[in-house]
């Protein structure tokens, strides 16, 4: 890249933004996002040098979780902010300058338009897209009081390890800093019957390979879940809907006897 492409903006006027914000119509204590709820790439970048079909694959977003997000969003009637481009180009649940934030190698598929990046390269991606959705979320968190604010993060994750190891879990709860909520809501989704819940499965949360729970509600000790369900149970409108109507009917719930018990 020269130096007259790098100064160029990353997206044109027409683009979307880095975010979209389902903005919320009720008081409701719920803040939700989805860090890889898009798929969408800077026209700039074109394909990264990948093949069509890898563009469905999870390497490129979290399969189901946008739908889910937003039958929850709808029902629950609060804030929801999305992620629109993908995890491919910028992973917005990473820090910057994380191995992993923008990678040359995605589960075994070579990323090309990933691979040699110069630090103006990388610092663009970083400014125009991960900062620009998380100063979007911190817009909103500062308005709202620590008490009266749940933070949950939505995510989806494969069936199945690189190696074919099957993932047992139907549903993951990660924790950090708040392990009583994931507790909470644990003994909740269990009281549904026939669930397999993670606890800290499939992935172990924590600041040195996640960026959104810890920014945003570790360091202002938010209350906090995040939420990871098994894509091949919400990849179709059926599922989606299934767990949507699931955690609207039980995220209430969470709510009132966390107050409950505080």
Not at 21 to 50: K, Q, Y
Not at 85 to 104: F, K
Request: aromatic content about 6%; hydrophobic content about 35%.
């Amino acid at each position: 890249m020269n130096r007259q492409t790098e100064a160029m903006p990353l997206l044109g006027e027409s683009e979307a933004r880095p975010y979209h914000v389902h903005a919320a119509v009720t008081d409701s204590p719920f803040v939700m996002i989805s860090d890889h709820a898009g798929r969408a790439v800077p026209e700039r970048l074109g394909d990264l040098g990948l093949p069509v079909d890898e563009w469905d694959r999870h390497i490129a977003y979290d399969i189901g979780i946008r739908e889910v997000g937003r039958h929850l969003q709808q029902a629950l009637g609060c804030l929801l902010v999305e992620q629109v481009y993908s995890r491919l180009v910028i992973d917005c649940n990473r820090a910057a300058g994380h191995p992993t934030s923008i990678p040359p190698v995605s589960d075994g598929a070579p990323v090309p338009g990933n691979q040699g990046l110069s630090a103006v390269e990388r610092r663009q991606r970083e400014e125009t897209i991960l900062h620009a959705y998380h100063d979007e979320i911190e817009r909103h968190l500062s308005r709202r009081k620590p008490e009266t604010t749940l933070f949950v993060s939505l995510h989806s994750f494969t069936p199945a390890m690189q190696d074919g190891r099957r993932r047992p879990w139907d549903i993951g709860l990660l924790h950090d800093h708040d392990p009583h909520s994931a507790r909470l809501m644990r003994t909740l989704l269990e009281e549904e019957g026939g669930l397999h819940v993670g606890d800290n499965q499939p992935y172990v949360l924590n600041s040195q390979n996640e960026y959104s729970v810890p920014y945003h509600a570790g360091r202002r000790n938010l209350p906090a879940l995040e939420i990871e369900i098994r894509q091949d149970l919400i990849s179709d409108e059926v599922g989606q809907k299934l767990w949507a109507e699931r955690l609207a009917r039980l995220l209430p719930r969470f709510w009132e006897r966390r107050k409950e018990m505080a």
